[in-house]
Each structure stands twice: as C-alpha cells, then as structure tokens.
C-alpha cells in the first residue's frame, strides 16, 4: 500500500494573496501531492499550509515552497505578532498511512539538508527529528526570534543542525522536524459548572500526571444557548494516548462529581487510524487488519 | 467525492481455471474497476468474484463478464452442488461511498436490461431491485433451478423481468439486484457452553424476535486450543442494524448467565463506515462528518 505523509509548512506571510498563491502554487505543481488546506492569519502575518502526498512529493512540494519563500518573503521587513526565525519558519512532516515515525524522520533530515546546501538557509531540527535534545520545543529553537537569532547563531550552543552559521540575508532559517498527528477534541460535561471541567482536565494532562500526550483545559462553551462545561483536548500523539483512553477516563472522573459526559466532537481532521483504534477497543475486537477495510484495498 | 460500488457476481463455474480466468480478466481489463478477490470452490462448481468500481465501469465489468460467462459456460451441462439458473448466477450490487441504495437499484435494473436486450438471456431483479415482492429473497427467484425453470419460465408468475420467456439455450437466466454489505462477525464468550451461544444469538436474531438486519447461530469454535462458544452473525444491513448495538446486546444478554463476552471478530472486509459508526456512538460524538477523516479528503 502506499505512504502518505502530511507535511505543515509555516510561512512568515498572512498579509499579501499574491505571496501566499505564488507559495502554495509550489504545491499545487507537485504530482502526488493534495494541497488541503490554506489558513493566512493577517495579524499573525503568517500561512499555514496543510498537504498530503507520496513522502518524496511531499518532500519535493516542501522545498520548493520553502524556495519559493525565501524568494519574495524578506526577514529584515517582515512584522507579525506570530513568534519567527524565518521566510519558511518551521516544516513538520507527519505520519498518515504506512509511515512510521523513523520514515518522517528520515524524511525531514533530507529535506534539512536539502534546504541547506541549495538554499544557504541555516536549518534546525526539532522535535521527533531533533538531534540535540534542547532542540526538542520550538520555542527554544525561536528564542529571540529572527532578530535574536542574528546576533546568536555564531554561539555554539545555537549553531544550525544544517547550513551556515549565519541568517540567510533575506530569508533567516528554518526548522524542519516531524511529529505526530494533533487531534483536536473536546468532551462536554451535563454541568455548567466550569471549575468540574477544570479539575477533570487536570486528571488527564500530562502536566498533572495524566497521560503523557494529553494536552487539556476545563473552558466554558455556549451549546444550543446554554453554558456547558468542556474539557478541550489536544491529543498530540493519539497512537501513545488513545482516544478511547481519554474519553473513558473523562467519564469515569465526571461520575465522581455527579457529571455525565453529554458528548464530545473531533475538531479539523483525524486520521482514520485514531477512529478504527477507537471501535476496535469497545469492540474487543481480535486480530483485526487495517487491510479488511474495503476502502483501503482501492 | 468519487462514488464507489461494489459488485459481487457468481458464476456456475468453479472446476476449470481458465474459463474463470477469462472471466476474471474482463473485470481487470475495465479501468476505474479493482479485481479484490476471486473465490472457487469445485464441488459448488461455481466462483464468486468480488470487484470495486466507480458506478458505470462496474456495470460495464459485469456486462462483459457476463458476456464471456455465456459463451464459455454451457448450462445443460453444467453440474455442482449449489444452486443455480444460469452461467451467470447472480449479480449483486452493494453501495460502498458516496451512493445510495436507489443508485444501486438504478444501476442494476440498467445492467439487467442490457444483458436482456444485447445477449438476450432472461433477467430476474432481486432483493432492493425487486419489482415484485415475492422476487426479494434469491432461493425463491431460483426454485427447481435451471432444470426446472426451463419448463416454468413460460408461466405467468416465473416470467422474467427482462428478456425473453425462454431460458438462453447455454446460459440459462441470470438474476441482478442490489443489497447492503453484508459483515460477518463474531463475537466469542468465556464459556465453552454453546447452548448460552445459542441463546443468546436467538436474542438478536429477526427470525427469533431480534433485530431486523441479523442472522445469527450459537456454534463452539476451538480459540487457542480450548472450546469457545461463540455467536456467529451475519450483519445484513449494517446502517440499519449497527455492530455496536448487537455488540451491546449480546454483553448484556450473556450477562445473564454470568458470562463475559472475551471478543469479537470481523471476517473479511468491511466498509470503512461500519467502524466510524462504532467510533461515533461509543465517544458520543457531535456533528462527526465524514469529510474530518483526513484520508477521504484524498
């Protein structure tokens, strides 16, 4: 069967349509590759593009966005309240299908280079990609930002995993890494009581001892004209922590308080694994192969 | 998003390879079709070809199987232990993404005229393509089998729905339709007791009492060298009646006798959408659409 990989680039441009199309025509133009999502935040100044594809189209699609980029985003003038180092600030590479995480690393470490040696672009490995283990978060890898990072880059401890040791003169540098695939999901609770949500979200956030890829906040939401306590979720590694763990969880913490779960809702995308994991474990099911699903025989 | 069919037509020949194998290729030869799987069985004297395609490609797949099935399958000679009118035995259409059952229907009822008018053997709509009530069920439309209907096919309630009153001088009659996918499934207990399977599967059978879309039988099967009674169900329409809720029903009836249900199992293929809705019910999802799986965006 073939790879899929989802590749996110994070370009420093939400303002101008022009720069943005010229950008994501790069993608458009690669065989292979889905371009299925565009979303500019003008504030931000910055694009967030969303691709699917074949892993070497998806690595072809990304340089030449990036190239794209470092041609017509200049550093020196770019504004924005969205934290950047570069043209093309950061690129993860992220398993869908028959890929493992060890491909998308193999993957982002090519296109690192890549970036490197044709574009003279100092490049940073991070997170699942990251050689250095301080290199792991972006935010360290941005501390200061593009204009920080021009007096620093020099520093040792701030060298590039790739490329010179100095800011591409218009387009700074880039990161490029691979991660899991985030799913954003929330659980909403029979209570409009806020502080229920708070302390459930605590039970379940790695932060407080709850699962490890478990990112979570109790909120107030309006559903249907009414208050509803919700525990958002950000799922940001749903092989490691299910989905079917969280919610049973968020259940079993809810009846403590007298709180029924009244549902939950998947925001964006999913990949389809997290949902098939999902009826195979309140199934019970044995031995069940990915390739019985008839859709994934076309 | 493209609309996907399955096809699933039987043949009265299971005995020689390559008049399977001619039949076979006239499904590979239709592009936008995909051959999944080709099931002989000798003694049956009969193949059940299994393909996927967009709507018109499969109708033209199966037309031209058809055709070939006619001029290499002589029914006045043909033997086997299944039941069967023609060289062509019956074809099946089955909704897969993105079409509804009345497409199917419509699909079949336009194949069967074409068989009728262009290769002039006689052609029965069955099951959702049924234009007379007692042609639903399949053994009824095949009463006395070729033999037999060869001198009935005259009389006024065995005449065919299409094509001539007479039976094709090889090929006999064929029977088109439309139906759900059928998933066969089980579900087995921690008990070796198969009178409890028995039971239980008459709780959920329709013949029994049970639900509409479920045929279902008590058997003991041998699981990592031990006796294990399990309930064995074929899901007829898994829209109407859904897995989880059998998968609940039989938890709960086994219950009764203080008996855990240890797993279950699906046998061959699924359609992605039987497990999404397993996924939906079990984490109360909201507004879940089927667009939020990234895959399908593809």
Same mark, same amino acid.
């Given at each position: &069967?073939? =790879?899929?990989?989802?590749?996110?680039? *994070?370009? +420093? #441009?939400?303002?101008?349509?022009?720069?943005?199309?010229?950008?994501?025509?790069?993608?458009?133009?690669?065989?292979? %590759?889905?371009? !299925?999502?565009?979303?500019?935040?003008? +504030?931000?100044?910055?694009?967030?593009?969303?691709?699917?594809? /074949?892993?070497?189209?998806?690595?072809?699609?990304?340089?030449?966005?990036?190239?794209?980029?470092?041609?017509?985003?200049?550093?020196? =003038?770019?504004?924005?309240?969205?934290?950047?180092?570069?043209?093309?600030?950061?690129?993860?590479?992220?398993?869908?299908?028959?890929?493992?995480?060890?491909?998308?690393?193999? !993957?982002?470490?090519?296109?690192?280079?890549?970036?490197?040696?044709?574009?003279?672009?100092?490049?940073? !490995?991070?997170?699942?990609?990251?050689?250095? +283990?301080?290199? =792991?978060?972006?935010?360290?890898?941005?501390?200061?930002?593009? #204009? @920080?990072?021009?007096?620093?880059?020099? =520093?040792?401890?701030?060298?590039?995993?790739?490329?010179?040791?100095?800011?591409?003169?218009?387009? $700074?540098?880039?990161?490029?890494?691979?991660?899991?695939?985030?799913?954003?999901? *929330?659980?909403?609770?029979?209570?409009?009581?806020?502080?229920?949500?708070?302390?459930?979200? *605590?039970?379940?956030?790695?932060?407080? @001892?709850?699962?490890?890829?478990?990112?979570?906040?109790?909120?107030?939401?309006?559903? @249907? @004209?009414?208050?509803?306590?919700? %525990?958002?979720?950000? &799922?940001?590694?749903?092989?490691?922590?299910?989905?079917?763990?969280?919610?049973?969880?968020?259940? +079993?913490?809810?009846?403590?308080?007298? %709180? *029924?779960?009244? $549902?939950? /809702?998947?925001?964006?995308?999913?990949? &389809?694994?997290?949902?098939?994991?999902?009826? /195979?474990?309140?199934?019970?099911?044995?031995?069940?192969?990915?390739?019985?699903?008839?859709?994934?025989? !076309?």
């Amino acid at each position: &069967m073939s =790879k899929l990989v989802e590749c996110v680039p *994070n370009f +420093s #441009e939400g303002r101008r349509p022009e720069v943005i199309e010229a950008i994501t025509a790069e993608v458009k133009n690669i065989p292979g %590759v889905k371009l !299925l999502d565009v979303k500019a935040d003008a +504030s931000h100044n910055r694009v967030v593009v969303t691709f699917v594809g /074949e892993p070497q189209a998806a690595k072809q699609a990304a340089f030449n966005a990036c190239k794209k980029a470092a041609e017509l985003i200049d550093m020196e =003038k770019q504004r924005g309240e969205h934290p950047r180092i570069g043209a093309t600030d950061v690129i993860p590479f992220i398993p869908v299908k028959n890929m493992t995480m060890e491909e998308c690393v193999q !993957l982002a470490d090519e296109l690192a280079q890549e970036i490197a040696e044709k574009l003279e672009i100092p490049v940073y !490995l991070y997170e699942e990609a990251a050689k250095i +283990s301080t290199r =792991k978060a972006l935010p360290d890898i941005r501390k200061g930002q593009y #204009e @920080g990072l021009k007096t620093e880059i020099g =520093k040792p401890e701030r060298r590039p995993d790739y490329g010179p040791a100095r800011l591409h003169p218009s387009a $700074g540098a880039t990161v490029v890494g691979a991660r899991q695939f985030l799913i954003a999901y *929330n659980i909403n609770l029979d209570t409009s009581d806020v502080q229920i949500a708070k302390k459930i979200a *605590n039970c379940i956030r790695e932060a407080k @001892g709850g699962y490890r890829y478990v990112r979570a906040m109790g909120v107030s939401v309006q559903v @249907g @004209g009414r208050d509803v306590a919700q %525990v958002t979720i950000n &799922m940001v590694n749903y092989q490691g922590t299910p989905l079917f763990r969280v919610f049973e969880t968020v259940k +079993s913490e809810a009846a403590r308080y007298g %709180v *029924n779960v009244i $549902g939950s /809702e998947i925001i964006g995308l999913t990949p &389809m694994q997290a949902l098939l994991d999902v009826a /195979e474990f309140y199934l019970r099911l044995d031995g069940f192969d990915r390739k019985q699903v008839l859709e994934d025989n !076309l």
